[in-house]
């Protein structure tokens, strides 16, 4: 799954073409991946609303309409996000086409069928219960080490919570820990404030430098993404760490592939 990198990736190389453009039709191909508000109420109220700005919240694409309404898109396992000419014949796994007021469609492929659509006046209806997001210019060290009080459990679930912060997936939680030096097993009660420092900059590094490289292309879904070719720790299993050239060790924590070196994180 894309996580805040891949998703900010896409967010910016969207703003050139669609922002500005107006829906003018809507075709849905797979009717499961609409969410809300109902399909026909979908297809009748986004047609006619223009494209103000485009965002993201945290691995959500968020897109801000002249009507006031919002449309989420969530593109989960497989989901691709691609502006083509009308003229040109869809991929035959597109699901969603948004027709637009210069001959393009924003077309909505997903292999999978597990990308979502959501068209609200209220963000809260669908993003209200996320966690803050790591890279915001106002999110702090304080503010980073208070969601740790009171918490228990391991830290690297904690940091894929969603509802505990925004964005952060498998990619970045395992390099965010290797750059902090701490085990993601590590249970968070456990942590002190040098270390919550120490983890608040590296999930910031890791983030901004998943950014840098466009993300990570892991399969042919995240085209561009160069930052597979920079990770520390993850998918590395039995190489050497660049650090201090241990071998990298794979668990499996919270049912989730975890990668670490045993010497840098002890």
Sequence with gaps: MPE???????????????????????????????????LPEFTRRLPGQRIEAI?????????????????????????????EPASDPPDPHVRTIFDLDNSHQLRFKDT???????????????????????????????DFKALFRRRKGRLK??????????????????????????????QVDTLTGEDLDKLYHAVRQALNRGIMFKGASLDEVYRGGEFQKHFQVYQRTGEACYRCGA?????????????????CQK
């Design 55 to 83: 965002s993201r919240r945290a691995k959500y694409l968020c897109f801000y309409l002249s009507g006031g309404d919002f449309l989420f898109l969530h593109l989960k396992m497989s989901g691709d996000l691609l502006v």
């Design 157 to 186: 679930p904690l940091l894929l919570n969603q509802e505990f912060i925004a964005g952060i997936g498998n990619i970045y939680a395992d390099e965010s820990c290797f750059l902090a030096g701490l085990d993601p097993r590590r």
């Design 112 to 142: 999978r069928k597990f990308g979502r659509v959501y068209l609200v006046a209220d963000p809260d209806t669908v993003v209200g219960k996320l966690g803050p997001e790591p890279l915001a210019d106002d999110f702090t060290a304080a």
């Design 247 to 263: 071998s990298i060790q794979r668990v499996v924590l919270g049912g989730r592939s975890t990668h670490f070196c045993e010497q």
């Design 4 to 38: 805040l990198p891949e998703v900010e990736t896409v967010v910016r190389g969207l703003r050139g073409p669609l922002v500005g453009r107006t829906f003018t039709g809507v075709t849905v191909l797979w009717p499961k991946a609409v969410k809300t508000p109902s």
